[in-house]
């Protein structure tokens, strides 16, 4: 892994940040590169993943049916929109992370975001409706309710690293 320290940030400009590139092989997926940058001044975090190859624009489908479905690997793209069909679509931008990860991760992720925006919330319906996507949530984790997983990638550097995964191209 190399390690550059002292960096201009691009958010705040202080000379307090670190960028990190390392190339790891992701089995069934090929050799990537992940890239971070952490700036201890303004605390901004930012990570991406890139293939080493060129890929196809894909969309990747899981239905995650039980406990044993959690540990299923997924490499998300900066560029991959996510949908969880009645939960929630989480689009590519430039905030967007990269990240290697597995289904739990990815819905402990989902769920951190559902908490925060119904901590934000003044409508009771909308924090209701939050609490509720919760509840199902919680039951996915724990294998008593099935969800569906799409991941869909203009650059195709994103998977689900599983042969339950259907993949199409976009």
Known sequence: MSEIENQPCPFCGENKCTLQEDEIEIPYFGRVFVFSMDCSACHTKKSDVEPAEIKTPARYTLEVNGEDDLSIKIVKSGEATIKIPHVITIEAGPASDGYVTNVEGLLERVRKVIQSAAENEDDESAKKKAKNLLKKLSK???????????IEDQTGNSAIISDKAKKSNL
């Open 140 to 150: 996915v984790l724990v294998g008593r309710e099935p969800i569906k997983i799409i």
